[in-house]
């Protein structure tokens, strides 16, 4: 079968980019669209800072007037050199399940690849921070998916792998319920350790947000910069003053404070955990969309949210194996449970397969092993 690939450049080929997964989902009650506003982000070089240097563009593939995939091609080459091969990307894709189109796409990423000068990409992979829309979901397709990951129909996976896709990676997401006391012996450990005088803990100051994002910042880039599992340092990017401030002002309407740990050891910012309500729930609810009607809505969300997704955290190195992850992680679950208790579950995506020391911690912690994505590797040669 003859398909065009068409490069989306107008309003309505962006709108049949946000429309088409509605067709592909229509007998998937679990899945949930992400917000329109936040994916366009992705899109946007004044939104992005990967633009900055690298390359994005997104693409329908359509038989006669249908289209029956999407699908977007990214590299950056400074960043892709830590990537040994130097690998670009291939991310947000949606298509029907028919082989031969799967195969288009990917013969149409390879040669895209081939031309910027390439020998392999990945995917499903996303042009910014892996925190988000990173990864195809292999494992538990009974449950909605939580903010910032992706849910796909499970005939995703054996199409991708049908291309020649090698697995590259799995990434797995924990769950934790509200209800589930936190083991007896964690409690005893993270009141010993908050109990010495050099170590102190508290929730973000909301009167105080760039003070205390900067903080987060700066442990966050030398947790991530050094890490126990050195290959993960080559996927590291460093988190901009700039890209930090944004997150801030798009998540400070919907913030639980007890939710955002800091761990302070002599008074320096030391540990910290950062989790969010799931907008998944206002996305379930709107479609996709976020209009100024949906305002009040929003603003009501943090009386009634079931979810909380743990967004990202990090250790300074020189403070690594004292506890302070436990800590911020305990603390945050006995007041934000407080603060919030219409909260059913946490969860927390994107522990390696490989960080088995991560594995343990949570286990400890009364976190159960819950979703997996997995990214793959195309070679072009």
């Known amino acids: 079968m003859a398909y065009r690939i068409k490069k989306i450049e107008s309003q309505k080929e962006i709108d049949l980019f946000h429309d088409f997964p509605f067709s592909i989902y229509k007998n998937h009650p679990n899945w949930i669209p992400p917000l329109r506003f936040e994916v366009e982000n992705v899109f946007n070089p004044e939104k992005n800072t990967f633009f900055d240097g690298g390359v994005c563009e997104r693409y329908l593939i359509c038989s006669d007037d249908a289209v029956v995939a999407r699908f977007a091609l990214m590299n950056h080459p400074e960043k892709d050199s830590k990537l040994s091969p130097r690998m670009g990307g291939l991310g947000f894709v949606e298509m029907i399940d028919d082989q031969s189109v799967a195969d288009e796409m990917i013969q149409f990423a390879k040669e895209w690849h081939q031309e910027h000068g390439y020998e392999a990409f990945r995917g499903p992979i996303n042009f910014g921070q892996n925190m988000n829309y990173w990864g195809l979901l292999v494992e538990n397709f009974d449950e909605p998916p939580i903010y910032g990951m992706f849910y796909h129909p499970p005939y995703y996976q054996k199409l991708i792998e049908n291309t020649g896709a090698v697995k590259l990676d799995d990434h797995w997401s924990y769950k934790r319920s509200f209800t589930e006391p936190i083991p007896d012996r964690m409690v005893r450990i993270t009141d010993r350790i908050?109990?010495?005088?050099?170590?102190?803990?508290?929730?973000?100051?909301?009167?105080?947000?760039?003070?205390?994002?900067?903080?987060?910042?700066?442990?966050?880039?030398?947790?991530?910069?050094?890490?126990d599992i050195s290959e993960r340092e080559d996927e590291f990017t460093e988190l901009t003053r700039e890209a930090t401030r944004q997150m801030v002002q798009d998540l400070k309407k919907i913030m639980i404070p007890e939710s955002i740990q800091l761990a302070f050891v002599n008074g320096e910012p030391a540990s910290f955990s950062v989790s969010i309500p799931d907008l998944n729930e206002i996305s379930a609810e709107t479609g996709g969309k976020l209009r100024w009607w949906h305002l009040p809505k929003l603003l009501r969300f943090k009386k009634r949210v079931k979810h909380l997704r743990t967004m990202v955290f990090g250790t300074l190195p020189k403070y690594r194996k004292l506890g302070l992850e436990a800590l911020v992680f305990v603390r945050g679950i006995q007041m934000t449970h407080k603060a919030a208790p219409t909260l059913e579950y946490l969860e927390g995506g994107w522990v390696s397969e490989k960080n088995w020391l991560m594995q343990r911690s949570l286990e400890a912690l009364g976190c159960v092993h819950h979703k997996t994505h997995r990214t793959y590797r195309w070679d072009i040669n």
């Open 194 to 227: 908050e109990s010495r005088a050099d170590v102190t803990t508290r929730p973000i100051d909301m009167q105080n947000l760039e003070r205390d994002a900067e903080y987060i910042r700066s442990i966050y880039n030398q947790a991530w910069q050094h890490q």
